[in-house]
Nanobody
């Protein structure tokens, strides 16, 4: 089992950048892929990006990488979501998640953080 703890959300202005963190603990992370998702009010949860912990290989939605990038720090067992040029429509609860390798890349994650609110004002 993997435990995930997010941090870094808050209120920012349009055009700002923000970095979310997700500290992971539990089983060896080399067996997992880590992802970021978001859910805006009244909308379905949306896949943003994922990274395979062992290789660093990243996965994006079909629409491409956009303004968000993922990275990891093996020494801290922490992965990050770097968001740039934020827009009001990026306002959502952001979740980090983990899934065992061989499971879904863009859906079906088994382990989830508690979520952190990001609000972008215009």
């Amino acid at each position: 089992q993997v435990q995930l703890l997010e941090s870094g959300g808050g209120l920012v202005q349009a055009g700002d950048s923000l970095r979310l963190s997700c500290a992971a603990s539990g089983r060896t992370l080399n067996d997992y892929r880590m992802g970021w998702f978001r859910q805006a009010p009244g909308k379905e949860r949306e896949f943003i990006v994922a990274i395979t912990w062992s290789s660093g290989l990243t996965f994006y939605p079909d629409s491409g990488p956009g303004r968000f990038t993922i990275s990891r720090d093996n020494t801290k067992n922490t992965f990050y979501l770097q968001m740039s040029s934020l827009k009001p429509e990026d306002t959502a609860v952001y979740y980090c998640a983990a899934n065992v390798l061989g499971g879904g890349v863009r859906s079906g994650y088994a382990y989830w953080g508690q979520g952190t609110q990001v609000t972008v004002s215009s």
